[in-house]
């Protein structure tokens, strides 16, 4: 079964910074577009950052730019969110997805199961 698994979620200070991994299962993963979106309560699912499959091109919505850092590391088949300077806004379900391409509608092969990020002001 592929999976995907979200991992470094949790309550952080606004000003803090987090880490947030993507583990996936799937060796032919490393060949994708890996990229994150979040889900705040009663909003929809938004766009927040993606990578092309071996790193050369990044994507960062308006709001998270010179804030949030993706990464990858193909050897371990793990996308990372580094999230800096966050904002109470920042706060909600961050999932990562898989995908054929960067563009947020291309990024819907698969997705994971989600973790949690509380910004407190």
């Known amino acids: 079964q592929v999976q995907l698994v979200e991992s470094g979620g949790g309550l952080v200070q606004a000003g803090g910074s987090l880490r947030l991994s993507c583990a996936a299962s799937e060796p032919t993963f490393i060949n994708y577009a890996k990229g994150w979106f979040r889900q705040a309560p009663g909003k929809e699912r938004e766009f927040v950052a993606s990578?092309?499959?071996?790193?050369?091109?990044?994507y960062y919505a308006d709001s998270v730019k010179g804030r949030f850092t993706i990464s990858r590391d193909n050897a371990k088949n793990t996308v990372y969110l580094q999230m800096n300077s966050l904002k109470p806004e920042d706060t909600a379900v961050y999932y990562c997805?898989?995908?054929?391409?960067?563009?947020?509608?291309?990024?819907?092969?698969?997705w994971g199961q989600g973790t949690q990020v509380t910004v407190s002001s």
């Open positions: 997805a898989v995908g054929y391409g960067v563009g947020p509608e291309r990024l819907d092969r698969y």
């Open positions: 990578i092309s499959w071996n790193g050369g091109s990044t």
